[in-house]
């Protein structure tokens, strides 16, 4: 069986791109603010994590900026930046080898309005043909492997945004079918009416006009999530393969299990995650004793918030485990959301810190949540939890590698 | 109909339309095709389509990636003729 291994992390989020990420999450600052994506914004969601001051130029080729829509601009810089980490040349792999799998939630939402409003505006001689491609989940996927020649496995999840997490599980599976190395992640750009208006009928989504107080999961002010856009990819190997070409293995992909419970019975979530966080654990040979921290859902509706607290009460009993959701900084970037915890994991195993949860003060639940600033900590262990808004649980065990 | 755009039009608009920054010069190239220019089917498609919409190019008019810009001037000029 082959070990599967992070080597290269890339990250565009509120928080910050590239190198910039870590030391604000780790800091705890907080990138929310007002949606100025679209105006007028007259709708009830003022409050969201802008990537700001990321524009193609520079980071997309213009041939391909044209015709994708943002959320694959997010995903190929974020993969520039995760190769470049890696130190890895993709025409080193060996042909066939080296594959790709995205998770997708919204689509090209923002692309796809603007042809739609050409659509009805002016007529279907007025919609380009990219739409066609740029709308389309699997668009960053098919990108991504054009633009790097990866010819092995390619697929894109549309999983609600647990499948954030499950793309790791693919990674994993097909590097143990004989690929060599995968990019693996996901990344959002959910910020248009069109989009907007679907995620309104979630009914989760934060109506709280100040960046402060918006997002506070796990209190008696929880009334939603604040959304995010941006995202993660992760170049993940064999771990021989990584070795034999002198790349550090950052984080091994240990364990991950995924269950399903219901759209909107959030409190059924308390077993479900519970459940796949038990399979997670149980695929990574690993005892719930050993988990050091665990990211955290965090959805902020106080039936989802609950179902978590239960959760990880059930599989830890009264042991305190260190808990975090970095993402009450920057929001909650749907599909892109977990993958950015995986490499939140990843960078908090390396600096030895556990990030805090930015602006939560007065937890409601007995749990030990880092708040404040970052807590020092040797992570040799941890569990990233994530479901999606239509009843998806799943859990990741990630794993400080062995050092021989 | 539309006015015949001039090779400098032209070149703003495949580069509008494909993201591919061509030259009036490599438009005039009697040998350069769209395809050596790095333009695919999708974005000569959204060329043709645009200079049908704002030109009043016959829609009949159609072109694949092996064709040369010079081809399409000249499909132009006489489209504006008759």
Same mark, same amino acid.
């Not at chain 1, 009416?193 to 979630?202: A, D, E, H, T, V």
């Not at chain 1, 909650?332 to 490499?343: E, I, N, S, T």
């Not at chain 2, 016959?58 to 504006?80: C, F, I, K, S, Y």
């Given at each position: ?162 499948? /954030?997490?499950?793309? @790791? ?5 097909? !590097? #143990? =079918?004989? $690929? %060599?190395?995968? *990019? +693996? ?76 419970? /219901?759209?909107?019975? @959030? ?5 479900? !995650? #519970? =459940?796949? $966080? %038990?399979?997670? *654990? +149980? ?122 | ?82």
């Amino acid at each position: 069986m082959s070990t599967a291994v992070v080597t290269g992390v890339g990250v565009i989020a509120p928080s910050g791109i590239g190198a910039d990420f870590w030391p604000a999450v780790r800091d705890g600052r907080r990138a929310l603010g007002r949606l100025g994506r679209y105006q007028p914004n007259p709708y009830p969601v003022v409050v969201a994590g802008e990537v700001t001051g990321f524009e193609p130029e520079g980071r997309v080729d213009p041939r391909i900026a044209v015709q994708t829509d943002r959320f694959t601009h997010f995903a190929l810089a974020a993969t520039d930046l995760a190769l470049h980490d890696a130190a890895l040349d993709p025409a080193a792999v060996p042909d066939y080898r080296f594959g790709v799998v995205t998770a997708s939630y919204s689509g090209g939402v923002e692309f796809g309005q603007r042809e739609i409003q050409a659509l009805w505006r002016s007529g279907p001689e007025h919609v380009g043909p990219y739409q066609s491609i740029a709308w389309f989940y699997a668009a960053s996927s098919g990108q991504l492997s054009i633009k790097h020649g990866l010819r092995g496995p390619s697929t894109v999840l549309v999983a609600d945004e647990a499948g /954030g997490l499950d793309v @790791f599980a693919t990674a994993r599976d097909e !590097l #143990a =079918r004989g $690929a %060599r190395a995968m *990019l +693996a992640g996901g990344a959002e750009a959910p910020f248009c009416p069109y989009s907007m208006c679907g995620q309104l009928g979630i009914g989760l989504l934060s109506a709280g006009e100040d960046p402060d107080t918006a997002y506070l999961p796990y209190t008696a002010e929880a009334a939603g999530f604040a959304p995010g856009e941006g995202g993660a990819v992760l170049v993940v190997e064999d771990a021989d393969a990584a070795a034999a070409r002198g790349a550090p293995a950052r984080a091994v992909v240990a364990g991950h299990g995924a269950t399903f419970t /219901g759209i909107g019975r @959030f409190p059924d979530s308390a077993e479900g !995650l #519970a =459940r796949a $966080a %038990r399979q997670a *654990l +149980a695929d990574a040979g690993c005892r719930p004793e050993e988990v050091d921290v665990v990211f955290l859902d965090a959805i902020a509706d106080p039936r989802a918030d609950q179902a978590e607290a239960q959760a990880l009460r059930s599989l830890f009993g009264d042991r305190a485990v260190p808990v975090t959701a970095p993402k009450t900084g920057y929001g909650r970037c749907y599909a892109g959301a977990a993958p950015l915890d995986v490499a939140t994991a990843v960078l908090a195993i390396e600096h030895g810190a556990v990030p805090p949860t930015p602006g939560v003060t007065g937890c409601r639940f007995d749990l030990d949540l880092v708040t404040g600033a970052a807590r020092p900590l040797d992570v040799r262990t941890a569990l990233v939890l994530a479901r999606g808004l239509h009843g998806s649980n799943s859990a990741l065990v990630l794993r400080r590698p062995e050092t021989s | 109909m539309g006015t015949t755009p001039s090779p400098a039009e032209l070149a703003g608009l495949i580069s509008r339309c494909t993201g591919v920054a061509v030259t009036d010069r490599q438009l005039a190239d009697p040998t350069t095709t769209f395809s050596d220019l790095g333009i695919d089917s999708l974005g000569l498609m959204g060329v043709l389509a645009e200079l049908k919409r704002s030109h009043g190019v016959h829609r009949d008019v159609e072109m694949n990636t092996e064709h040369t810009p010079r081809e399409l001037l000249a499909v132009l000029g006489q489209e504006v003729a008759r």
